[in-house]
Nanobody, 115 residues
Framework: QVHVAESGGGLAQPGGSLRLSCTVS????????MRWYRQVPGKERELVAH???????YYSDSVKGRFTISRDTAKNAAALHMNSLKPEDTAVYYC?????????WGQGTQVTVSS
């Protein structure tokens, strides 16, 4: 079993910053990848950022240049550093672990960007 847990969501003002954290535990194997998604009510879950096992990264156009994904493989953890936040970044953010052809999800953490 794999358990994924996010933390760090909350309220931020436009232009502000937040840092989301993700920890994974259980049957973790090397070579896994980690992702951050977000979802707003009535819309599909959107891929925000991806970090490969070797450290390479991918960002959606909507967050490129503002968000940074990182990981600490030794600690089975990842983070999403969000800067220059916009109201349209408001969503529930989910961390996921991809390994062995499976995807494991956390419960999500709410991020609200509002003045």
């Amino acid at each position: 079993q794999v358990h994924v847990a996010e933390s760090g969501g909350g309220l931020a003002q436009p232009g502000g910053s937040l840092r989301l954290s993700c920890t994974v535990s259980g049957s973790i194997v090397s070579g896994n990848h980690m992702r951050w998604y977000r979802q707003v009510p009535g819309k599909e879950r959107e891929l925000v950022a991806h970090i490969y096992s070797w450290g390479g990264t991918y960002y959606s156009d909507s967050v490129k240049g503002r968000f940074t994904i990182s990981r600490d493989t030794a600690k089975n953890a990842a983070a999403l550093h969000m800067n220059s936040l916009k109201p349209e970044d408001t969503a529930v953010y989910y961390c996921s672990l991809m390994q062995g052809g499976q995807m494991f999800w956390g419960q999500g953490t709410q991020v609200t960007v509002s003045s």
